[in-house]
């Protein structure tokens, strides 16, 4: 397991007049599970990509366990993105054996097994619905046992029951591995559901304009009256939370020192 | 016999959904016949073009259009005792090595170009030229620069095609999904692994588009480079026939030639683009999750 220390001062793109992240700094224990929830458009799935090291940073570091990403670092980092990216010319247990050449058959039917998917891995991603890509990228991503796991908003566009599931099959994962996690997400209940602590981003430039840590005992379900609760109470605190504009409204004395 | 409760996928008049083929065994007989049907679908025509060629060759009457079963006897003979199989031979590996030297230079080229931008706009303007340039033009310069030998008639097949090939590939290079190469970045494939999982498989259906344009272009250029300037294969018999006005003789090995393209394009050429187009175009078999 490893932590990770996000220093970023900002980040524009060529084009672009403004700069879609602010200053961040983001600090994740080891073994943490940390939500950045925001409205669309404040650089969220930006900030993950330059954790992953797949877009450069303006200025600033990141690190993991102290090692400078730009010293590219030994641990191992897995990504679940907002699409499931695998690859349609290979099947199920060839897009898993891409990222770990060494897994045997059992190892490959095991993880599918976790993921319900066991019996699959002879298909190709175009024989399988949306939901049973997804699993496998969750499988993919699992398979190398990551020390950090990012993942870009991997239950979007899913209908409910299928979302459900996945979020279950990513919680017992997380527990089987304790691996640190960063999770993007704009969909609070998923936030509170998952996470130890949560991150919220304001609207763009991106900057953390609340950070929450969850007390609420888990399992953690959505129509459990604490989970309302907290909820509620979060968002009566600071009703702007979600639209990203407690700073933009100049509401922070307001709601006093939210960091 | 098949018990009660069995329906054969292939018996006639009985409800659609169990007409549905449910084993393996039963697809691939399904497949067989289909393909059966296709084939014979595909003769057809040209069935009729030899009907009709018959019959005004044997209207006219003249020995500028000899009739089908005239070339049918040219080939014949010529196989039976000629040496149409010796030129055949010797036009199959012109074609084969002049095929795979294009295919290797112009598949590299065309991934450079597609890559990286700057390469590209700097051999755009000589990969323009070198479309247009004649294929006459290359082979006589070839011979003229090279001799009368193998490897100049072999340059000259290969220089004609390479630039189509890098075309093709490089509009391919350009259009190469950058999610899937993050998807290696992130994971930390090895640079050899990522090229032949991630990149090139996205490349194939741009390689086998220009496979197949290509094999039917070379193997004509071969036939010009042999009637210019070598000693055997089909292009060479062809002049000799010419010279001759031996019209048979030049059909018959047309044919014969025709043939064997055929037979590489059915046996090498589609199971390749079936087994390159396997996740992408396969049915969808109703998996729900």
């Not at chain 1, 220390?5 to 700094?25: C, T």
């Not at chain 1, 997804?134 to 979007?156: G, K, N, Q, T, Y």
């Not at chain 2, 070198?130 to 033009?137: K, Q």
């Not at chain 2, 004509?220 to 003789?249: N, P, W, Y």
Request: net charge neutral; glycine share 6%.
């Amino acid at each position: 397991m490893i932590k990770l220390d996000v220093d970023i001062k900002g980040k524009s793109f060529l084009n672009a007049q403004n700069s879609v992240l602010g200053h961040l700094e983001i600090n994740v224990a080891k073994g943490e599970f940390v939500s950045i929830v925001g409205p669309s458009g404040t650089g969220k799935s930006t900030l993950l990509n330059m954790i992953a090291g797949l877009e450069s940073i303006d200025s600033g570091s990141i690190r993991y366990n102290d090692q400078k990403l730009e010293d590219k670092p030994t641990c191992k980092l897995s990504y679940i993105f907002q699409q499931p990216r695998l690859m349609p010319w290979l099947t199920v247990a060839e897009n898993l054996r891409l990222v770990v050449p060494e897994v045997t058959d059992s190892e490959i039917e095991s993880i599918l097994n976790k993921v319900g998917l066991e019996g699959k891995s002879a298909l190709y991603p175009k024989e399988l619905s949306g939901g049973m890509q997804r699993r496998v990228s969750i499988a993919r991503a699992f398979l190398i046992r990551p020390d950090i796991l990012l993942l870009d908003e991997p239950f979007v566009s899913l209908d409910e029951p299928n979302a459900k599931r996945l979020r279950s099959t990513l919680f017992d994962l997380w527990i089987e591995h304790k691996t640190t996690v960063v999770f993007v997400t704009h969909d609070l209940n998923e936030a509170i559901q998952l996470s130890d602590r949560i991150l919220f981003l304001s609207s763009a430039p991106g900057e953390i304009i609340l950070d929450r840590e969850i007390d609420l005992p888990r399992p953690r379900l959505p129509e459990d009256i604490h989970f309302q609760n907290w909820k509620k109470q979060l968002l009566s605190q600071y009703p702007k939370l979600l639209e990203g504009k407690i700073k933009q409204a100049g509401l922070e004395s307001l709601f006093g020192d939210h960091r | 016999m098949m018990p009660n409760n069995e329906v054969s996928p292939f018996q006639c008049g009985v409800d659609n959904k169990n007409t549905e083929p449910t084993h393996n065994s039963d697809k691939r007989f399904m497949g067989i016949k289909k393909q059966s049907r296709g084939f014979v679908r595909g003769m057809i025509p040209l069935l009729v073009i030899l009907l009709i060629w018959q019959s005004v060759s044997l209207f006219l009457n003249n020995d500028n259009l000899p009739s089908v079963a005239e070339v049918f006897l040219s080939l014949q003979s010529q196989l039976i005792h000629g040496d149409m199989l010796h030129h055949l031979m010797v036009t199959l590996v012109r074609v084969a090595i002049s095929f795979s030297i294009a295919m290797l230079l112009g598949v590299a080229i065309g991934i450079v170009m597609g890559a990286f931008p700057r390469i590209n706009e700097a051999g755009d303007s000589i990969l323009v030229i070198a479309l247009n340039v004649p294929a006459l033009v290359t082979i006589i310069l070839c011979y003229v620069w090279f001799g009368l030998v193998e490897a100049a008639a072999i340059a000259a097949v290969a220089v004609n095609k390479i630039p189509t090939v890098v075309v093709m590939v490089r509009e391919g290079a350009r259009v190469i999904d950058r999610d899937l190469l993050q998807v290696a970045q992130v994971f930390k494939l090895s640079p050899s692994r990522c090229f032949f999982k991630v990149y090139l498989p996205q490349l194939y259906p741009f390689i086998m588009a220009s496979a197949r344009s290509g094999l039917s272009l070379i193997w004509k250029i071969v036939l010009v480079v042999e009637m210019l300037g070598r000693s055997d294969g089909v292009g060479f018999q062809l002049g000799t026939f010419f010279h001759f006005f031996d019209i048979a003789g030049i059909l018959a090995y047309t044919f014969a030639f025709a043939a064997i393209i055929l037979v590489i394009e059915g046996f090498i050429m589609r199971p390749l683009d079936r087994y390159i187009a396997r996740g992408n175009y396969r049915s969808v078999g109703g998996f729900n999750d």
